[in-house]
């Protein structure tokens, strides 16, 4: 039974379902360069925990105005005084959100531009596809501030972009953009258009893939890594035994084999 999700009762994220399963869920705090609030937090662990089971097939994950996110929240964090132990149960939210959003088994694209700062390149690497056009750059500037990562930094941009990177990028504020930014993997892709629009394209295309592929590749994947070689073997092949076999692929096995599928081609 499909879960019905009332997009009415975010208030910092504003979502829009189309009718070819892609949803488009903006972060809404523009005059906050979309920072990230408690508020926030909870709307995001929110709506991931559901949209596995609300039916949405893929993902476009953006933000208003001319940043997709500036991180942590600074000014409500400096205001809250928040006690070590308070500050650290709000990361664990911070981890729940963004571990909701890697494992939870439905594509997941970022459409990125401007700041993509902080918490918001701890936000972005959560997904499992990033888009960026020519305004964006990407940073970690928690050194300077005296602060340290606390939304999984540590783990997923260490994984894109290697420990050296990350720990140069959180002792010196160095800020990446262009096409090095692509090359060192934190983005897949540049566009000189619209990031948006072309998120919405790899959105669309994802979103034909039959649900449980896409779970296998958006959840399994992620999973397997944190297993030893063997156990993610044997994982692999479990799900393979799964997802390889499902009803719903046969018709696009037969048309792989009666060759009236869409081979594979170099681009042109």
């Not at 005059?31 to 949405?56: C, M, Q, W, Y």
């Not at 500050?87 to 401007?114: Q, S, T």
């Not at 262009?178 to 983005?187: H, K, R, S, T």
Request: charged share 20%.
């Amino acid at each position: 039974m499909t879960l019905q999700l009332d997009t009415a009762c975010f208030k910092n994220l504003a979502i829009v379902a189309h009718d070819d399963g892609v949803w488009v869920v903006t972060l809404n705090r523009p005059t906050k360069r979309n920072a990230l609030d408690s508020h926030t937090i909870e709307e995001l662990v929110e709506f991931f925990s559901k949209a596995p089971r609300a039916g949405v097939r893929a993902i476009v994950l953006a933000g208003s105005g001319d940043h997709f996110c500036a991180g942590l929240d600074l000014i409500e964090h400096h205001q809250a005084d928040r006690s070590p132990a308070d500050f650290m149960h709000l990361c664990l939210r911070w981890h729940e959100a963004f571990n909701k959003m890697e494992y939870g088994g439905v594509p997941i694209i970022a459409a990125l531009k401007g700041a993509v700062v902080g918490g918001g390149l701890e936000l972005a690497s959560a997904a499992h596809i990033r888009v960026m056009d020519q305004t964006t750059y990407f940073a970690l500037p928690e050194g300077q501030r005296g602060l340290f990562t606390g939304g999984g930094a540590t783990i997923r941009v260490t994984d894109l972009v290697g420990k050296a990177r990350m720990i140069d990028m959180m002792l010196t504020g160095r800020v990446y953009q262009g096409q090095e930014a692509v090359d060192l993997g934190l983005a897949q892709y540049i566009t000189k258009g619209s990031s948006l629009d072309a998120a919405m394209e790899l959105a669309r295309k994802a979103a034909q893939n039959l649900p449980l592929s896409n779970f296998a590749i958006c959840s399994a994947v992620s999973h397997m890594q944190n297993m030893s070689a063997m156990d993610a073997a044997y994982a692999e092949a479990v799900m393979a035994g799964v997802v390889n076999t499902q009803p719903e692929a046969r018709a696009r096995l037969a048309a792989f084999a009666d060759k009236s599928a869409a081979r594979v081609r170099p681009n042109s």
